[in-house]
């Protein structure tokens, strides 16, 4: 099985089949992942680039860009993945505020936060705080991004 990052070999019956580490590959006008699966990194790769730094990015766009195509179970599966793109992003010391739409308060939109917006401030301390009482945060890395996110403001 493919590792989300790096280089994998994959040895069958004798041969070696190395797999490189997914890219992003424009496509007409639009971009999409070299190997039509999500990858953390190269998401925020492309979340990261100048056109998408400064615009709400629609989850049906980051389906058909991360997984191929902009379907229902691709954004299902999308939503899925966004804790894990947060916490990317917030190793490389930048925050993502999301936006939560619908009766169900499903994602429907992403963007790299402005910390200097109040809003975009109090998207990111509302996902921070959704993914520790979810657990899917240590109580230490959350009092560690906290700390980040509050010296990023000052």
Same mark, same amino acid.
């Given at each position: 099985?493919?590792?989300? $990052? ?34 953390? $990194?190269?998401?925020?790769? !492309? ?38 793109? !947060? ?7 930048? !925050? ?11 994602? $429907? ?46």
């Amino acid at each position: 099985m493919a590792e989300a $990052s790096g280089e994998v070999a994959v040895t069958t019956v004798g041969k070696t089949t190395e797999r490189t580490k997914p890219s992003l590959v424009q496509v007409g006008d639009r971009w999409v992942l070299s190997t039509g699966r999500w990858n953390d $990194s190269v998401m925020a790769d !492309f979340l990261l680039k100048d056109e998408n730094k400064i615009r709400w990015v629609k989850i049906g766009e980051l389906a058909g860009t991360g997984c191929g195509a902009n379907t229902i179970p691709n954004k299902k599966r999308v939503r899925g993945r966004l804790s894990t793109l !947060f916490m990317e992003l917030c190793e490389r010391q930048v !925050f993502l505020a999301i936006k939560y739409k619908g009766d169900n308060h499903a994602a $429907s939109e992403v963007k790299i936060a402005n910390l200097s917006s109040e809003e975009d401030r109090q998207l990111v301390s509302d996902k921070l705080k959704r993914m520790k009482k979810r657990k899917e945060m240590s109580q230490e890395k959350y009092e560690k991004t906290v700390a980040l996110l509050h010296t990023k403001v000052c």
